[in-house]
């Protein structure tokens, strides 16, 4: 099967919402997601200059847009995108 792309805003807005804890989470992840998900980090998305997206930290899981990103959202969305 192959991987799910995580890529992970870095830019300011992000980080400060919470994508720093992110980042750390290829060494994290639990068992049944280990060696499925490719994790990068990217440079500022631009979606935290419109409202319209809403709120960082934002995150692209297979290229679609997650808003307010939490571990736990996250990792929901890679094991739907697997099933
Ligand atoms: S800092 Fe993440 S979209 Fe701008």
Known sequence: MEKTKLAICTGTACY???ASDFLLL???LPD???GKVEITGVTCLEKCKDAAYGKPP???IDDELV???TVQNILEKIREKQC
């Open 32 to 34: 049944d997601l280990k």
């Open 26 to 28: 290829e060494d994290d």
């Open 58 to 60: 934002f995150v692209l």
């Open 67 to 69: 808003a307010g990103a």
């Open 16 to 18: 400060v919402m919470g």
